[in-house]
């Protein structure tokens, strides 16, 4: 779940004479690029027509907002580098300045693109209105999400991760890029496969950050996922001598909580309750980031103790989406999973079985989509690839990318030690993806400066 961005100031090359429309596909009018700042960078800035529902061109027509960082060096090169954000329900040219930071060096010769996805952003944003007071009764949500559907500028079922990546292709063609260099994190790994697979002549290089093949169900692995990223903690923890000595059962403790607040809840800050699921979330949300992962040991300890604060800390409050472009995907696209089952017999099987259960029920409210089956095969493909993936990710470890020398036979992976979720930014890994745009291949790649990226040192008390 993060970052992209966009280049076009490649006027003359790339573009029909400064600000005039380029051909778009579809029949939709071109789009005009004028100069603009976005999160304080230099860049163009415009909007494509697009239908809302490819099925009928001549309906209903919804902008994407389009935004380039033009490269420093002219000419550029006719391939941009676009980043496809997470979420799903990021916005990539709120990104930009993210983007800019970890890969500015690729910026030297190509422009950099980002395309806010079809309901996000400024590309036509699908959002209800948080409710007046909390909905706890079917009836009360059954109504909440009929009248946030017809207060929406758009039908939620057509705004998938096909149709996005379709969006895609049209801006490619409209400002003129011969081929784009995906970068995709998290979901954005999700819709870079999308994209390669329904435009592969479109692509020039991919790069996958904490990815999971589009045919692998993203709940069947949630909970053994979580597990073993739990478990490299434990193990380092147990490594280190400050951390075994400060901490020595920290491990049996957790197991004992999520067991005992199942049996029993017990109330947080704000008088709300929190079971033993509640807490596994809290544990799964901090091994996402190495940093936040450090700092386990000592909040179990603090808790098994009965002091809550850090727990507290850590609760997210925020309450579930109101991203209609979020449940279009997580509703209808099968690398959900919404049907998986355990038991997977790890600390984490009732989080993963409630999160499923609460996912569901609010689909039950939405109008469905039909997604054909073939379209979620992995693809098979001789396009470089880079796949970056942290050990110890609770979510989308290099385990979801089976077969990757099978499915892509010039892809590599690079796995970092102890890191997390969505890592692109780690040490020398934004060196590595900008030398393995340039070149075109993953071959030959020197990747020892991984070796470099430590994780934080633990919290002690």
Known sequence: ML??????????????????PARAPDGAPGVSMKPCTVRGYSARCGT???????????GRKIGLRVVVVPSWRKPARPDAF????????AAASEMTDSVMSIWSDVNATRDILLVDQRGTGRSNP????????????????????????????????????RAAMDDLEAVRVALGYRQLNVYGTSYGATAAQVYLKRHPASVRTVVLD???AIDVSFYGRFAPNAEQALAQVAKRCAADRACSRAYPNWRGQLSALIRRWDARPVRNRKGETIDGAGLAGVIQGMLRDAGDAAEIPFLVSRTAAGNYQRLNEQVNDDGPTLQLMFWSIWCNEPWVGLGARGPWRTDFDGYTRSSIAFHRQACSYLPKRAEPASAWTSPRSRVPLLALAGSA?????????????????????IVVPHLGHAIGQEGCLGELVTRFVARGSADGLDTRCVRKIKPPMFELP
């Open 210 to 212: 904490s990815g999971t």
């Open 48 to 58: 494509l027509l697009v239908p809302e529902n490819r099925a009928r061109p001549a």
């Open 3 to 20: 970052l992209p961005v966009a280049t076009l100031a490649v006027a003359l090359a790339l573009l029909a004479p400064d600000g005039a």
């Open 393 to 413: 990710d609770p979510q989308d470890p290099i385990s979801n990318l089976p077969r990757l020398k099978q499915l892509w036979p010039n892809g590599r992976a």
């Open 126 to 161: 699908l959002s209800c209105s948080p409710p007046a007071e909390p909905i706890e009764k079917p009836a009360r949500m059954r109504a909440f999400v009929r009248s946030c559907l017809r207060a929406a500028p758009g039908d939620m079922r057509l705004y998938g991760t």
């Open 82 to 89: 676009t980043y496809l954000a997470g979420g799903p329900g």
